[in-house]
Nanobody, 124 residues
Framework: QVQLVESGGGLVQAGGSLRLSCAASGRTLSTLVMAWFRQAPGKEREFVRA????????YYADSVKGRFTISRDNAKNTLYLQMSSLKPEDTAVYYC?????????????????WGQGTQVTVSS
C-alpha cells in the first residue's frame, strides 16, 4: 500500500508561484510513476503533469506547458510541482497520484494511489 500526502497549497495572486510537495510512504518512490491532477469546483478531475520513475521522462497538459514543472527526489520519497505564472483558472484542489505501471498515464484510471489533495487558489 502507498500513502500520499500533499502540502504547499494556499492563496496566491495571479502571476505568482507556488511549490506543491507530495510525500510518499509505504513503498519506495523510485518504483512508482507519479502525477499531479487537479479538480476545480463543478469540473472533472484533470491531468496536469506526470513523471517516470527515473524522472527522465515527463508529460504535461497543454494548459500548463511552460508554467508548471514536475520533479521528484526519490531519496526523499517526495514529488514536487513547481507552479509559476499562475492564473485564476489554475484554482483547484491538486492531487498527487502514483502507480506501479511502467509508463506514466494521463487519466485517472492510470493511477491506483491518491493523496487527499491540497487547495490552490489564485486571485485575480
Amino acid at each position: 500500500q502507498v500513502q500520499l500526502v500533499e502540502s504547499g497549497g494556499g492563496l496566491v495572486q495571479a502571476g505568482g508561484s507556488l511549490r506543491l510537495s507530495c510525500a510518499a510512504s509505504g513503498r519506495t518512490l523510485s518504483t512508482l510513476v507519479m502525477a499531479w491532477f487537479r479538480q476545480a469546483p463543478g469540473k472533472e478531475r484533470e491531468f496536469v503533469r506526470a513523471i517516470s520513475w527515473s524522472g527522465r521522462s515527463t508529460y504535461y497538459a497543454d494548459s500548463v506547458k511552460g508554467r508548471f514543472t514536475i520533479s521528484r527526489d526519490n531519496a526523499k520519497n517526495t514529488l514536487y510541482l513547481q507552479m509559476s505564472s499562475l492564473k485564476p483558472e489554475d484554482t483547484a484542489v491538486y492531487y498527487c497520484a502514483a502507480d506501479r505501471s511502467v509508463v506514466p498515464g494521463t487519466t485517472r484510471q492510470d493511477y491506483a494511489y491518491w493523496g487527499q489533495g491540497t487547495q490552490v487558489t489564485v486571485s485575480s
